[in-house]
């Protein structure tokens, strides 16, 4: 897909529970974040940050529940997802926001982040849904023990 063919209009997530109904239901997907697809489609690629060499994908997370998860609650999956990088618009300026998209593994990144080609975008995650997942790890503390990130 091409940023011509991006759609302008792609629908946001409002709710915690939406999203991982989404994710309940379909494998391949991943969140990024970053300015959107208009940008990153136009680019096909990331670029590793230290070294400015371009990538062969757009660094993504899977949302995809792991098999290990056993039968926890998809939500609290994507809520765990979601927290790890939820410092990511604070640390890399304006207009950066998570967004879900299906696509295809071509490599790993520097940290070990899935490189994803043939991306289509699926939905913005909406702001509520960050601090819902904030909240639902937060409430985990007792029996998760502390993750020491600032979460932005």
């Known amino acids: ?18 999203l991982a ?9 991943y969140v990024r974040w ?17 070294t400015g060499v371009p990538m062969p994908g ?10 290990w998860w056993g039968d926890r609650p998809v939500e609290l999956w994507v ?3 979601l927290y790890d990088y939820a410092h990511l618009p604070h640390d890399k300026g304006p207009g950066v926001r998570p967004w879900v998209l299906e696509g295809h593994e071509t490599g790993r990144g520097p940290d070990n982040e899935p490189l994803v080609v ?12 960050i ?11 007792p029996e998760w023990g502390t993750l020491r990130r600032s979460g932005g």
Request: with cysteine; proline share 5%; net charge negative.
């Open 131 to 141: 601090e819902e997942a904030r909240d639902a790890v937060a409430r985990q503390e």
């Open 79 to 81: 809520a765990r997802r």
């Open 1 to 18: 897909m091409s940023a011509s063919d991006a759609p302008d209009d792609l629908r946001v997530v409002h709710e915690l529970a939406d």
């Open 21 to 29: 109904a989404l994710v309940g239901r379909r494998r391949g997907l």
């Open 118 to 129: 043939d991306v289509e975008p699926l939905c913005w995650i909406g702001s509520h849904v």
């Open 34 to 50: 970053s300015r959107g697809p208009e940008t990153d489609l136009d680019a096909t690629s990331s670029t590793d940050e230290l």
């Open 58 to 67: 757009l660094s993504a997370n899977p949302l995809d529940v792991e098999d």
